[in-house]
């Protein structure tokens, strides 16, 4: 490794999940010139499982910041540099662009007055690696005609020229057009031949995209135009108008939502999903909650039906361990686990995410009370780490929050079951021999039917509306 390549070290996107490829890049913390600690927080990303937020491993002063806020990167790219000796000079070396869009410049000598940095025989060198120790300095680019670029500032008193150097002769090449307020030229550049035939098609020539050299839109140009007016006639549905601008809104699909979405497609056209439901009088587990909320053991802790749910699940598991499983595919085996890493699903700004706690088979009322509240604010705040949503088991969702009797929901990939608790309603129901008012819900619970057969999952749904029917079970259950 050369001076100038430990003096300029660069951070690369790292793999902050299981097995990661991307991570968009959600804010940063720094900037060019900011001096930076080893352990210093740098940026924000969001993976496909949560935001988190990235420590750069070394001391120095940033030099570039290679991507926007709101870009993708891939894992492994470089996305910033860092000037671990500031003191040794000015000169720094010119980084090859990453794949996107670069957030900041690199300090050094204006385009205007770079040298030629390449040299022939000179290898190229990989993105991300920096410019050759030979060079500090970049080529200045050429303008190309159409851009918007503005031309260095003269020196004082030397007069301003009134056009550019004429460049070389270029056969059949057509003069730099003049720029109208867009950035594009005020009449479309073509030859004689080309624009008959866009008179011919009814094609407007400052509506295609020139594709020839110098700007000079092409026969191919105008064809293409053609063809997309035509495809745009046949096509049934028009294309929104300017009079509806503003009543729709389009959103890229990354992150957490594309990872979900993902997720989704993928275990309900892998796994065959069964969904049977159930509908129970609740109204002692109620009671129950109301109990707990005074318990001094309880104090301080998050008590709710949900909390209920989840220990009448866990109860129902360790009664048929055989539910909790997983499908492995590539070496056609069942593997049946011995622990419990129940899934909350719980809905987030960015998306639906399943933190799962872990080993919650083995956690008391209390403990299983305190983690349950941990993961639900933790979520809510959106510093949910990729660790807390890997390696589920089995998940809940809780959809009677939103005021929903019940659904058919899709499982996380690599889990056996998945329990849907819907909203708990006081309702008639027939009670020792009588018509009364009970608190009444409904439980849906969807299985792989690869692993678990009708009567397996008839057994887990039908135990945990027992225990949430008589939660005295949770006791003679044990």
């Not at 949560?50 to 910041?65: M, R, S, T």
């Not at 300090?107 to 920096?130: S, T």
């Not at 707990?292 to 699940?313: I, S």
Request: proline share 10%; net charge neutral.
């Amino acid at each position: 490794m050369t001076a100038v390549e430990q003096r300029f070290r660069e951070f690369k996107m790292p793999d902050v999940g299981e097995g990661l490829t991307e991570a968009e890049i959600l804010k940063w913390f720094v900037a060019p010139g900011d001096t930076v600690t080893d352990g210093q927080v740098v940026c924000e990303v969001e993976t496909a499982k949560a935001a988190v937020e990235l420590p750069i491993p070394f001391d120095g002063v940033v030099h570039e910041v290679r991507f926007d806020e709101g870009t993708t990167v891939d894992v492994g790219t470089p996305i910033i540099s860092v000037d671990t000796d500031p003191g040794a000079g000015e000169a720094a070396p010119q980084a090859a662009p990453a794949a996107g869009k670069p957030a900041g410049k690199p300090a050094g000598k204006p385009a205007a007055e770079a040298e030629p940095a390449e040299k022939e025989g000179r290898q190229a060198n990989l993105v991300g690696y920096g410019a050759a120790p030979a060079s500090t300095k970049r080529r200045p680019r050429k303008p190309l005609p159409g851009s918007q670029r503005s031309a260095p500032a003269p020196s004082a008193g030397a007069p301003a020229p009134q056009e550019p150097a004429p460049a070389p002769a270029r056969p059949e090449a057509a003069p730099a057009p003049e720029l109208n307020g867009s950035g594009r030229p005020a009449r479309p550049l073509a030859k004689p031949p080309v624009r008959k035939l866009a008179k011919d098609l009814g094609i407007d020539l400052e509506a295609v995209t020139p594709s020839g050299p110098d700007g000079i839109i092409t026969r191919e140009d105008v064809h293409a135009a053609a063809e997309a007016v035509q495809t745009a006639r046949e096509t049934p549905v028009a294309a929104p108008s300017r009079a509806v601008e503003g009543r729709e809104r389009r959103v890229p699909v990354k992150g957490v939502r594309k990872a979900t979405a993902q997720a989704m497609v993928n275990s309900a056209f892998t796994a065959p999903h069964v969904t049977e439901f159930v509908t129970v009088d609740v109204t002692r587990t109620m009671k129950l909650v109301a109990d707990l909320k005074q318990d001094p053991a309880m104090a301080g802790l998050r008590v709710n039906p949900l909390l209920l749910v989840a220990k009448a699940l866990l109860v129902a598991i360790r009664r048929n361990p055989d539910v909790n499983a997983t499908w492995d595919e590539d070496n056609q085996e069942i593997v049946y686990k011995d622990y419990v890493n129940l899934g909350i699903a719980a809905a987030t700004p960015r998306g639906l995410i399943v933190p799962n706690i872990k080993d919650a088979h083995a956690k008391t009322l209390p403990e299983l009370a305190s983690a349950l509240g941990e993961l639900v604010t933790t979520a809510r705040e959106g510093k949910t780490t990729p660790a807390a949503m890997s390696g589920g088991t089995v998940t809940i969702t809780n959809v009677g929050v939103f005021g929903i009797d019940a659904g058919t929901p899709i499982l996380n990939r690599g889990e056996s079951a998945i329990l849907a608790f819907g909203a708990v309603k006081l309702q008639p129901w027939v009670h020792k021999g009588e018509v009364k008012p009970r608190q009444v819900t409904t439980l849906a619970l969807s299985f792989d039917h690869r692993l678990v057969d009708g009567e397996l999952g008839s057994k887990v749904l039908a135990d945990v509306a027992a225990v949430l029917e008589r939660p005295k079970r949770l006791i003679t259950w044990a």
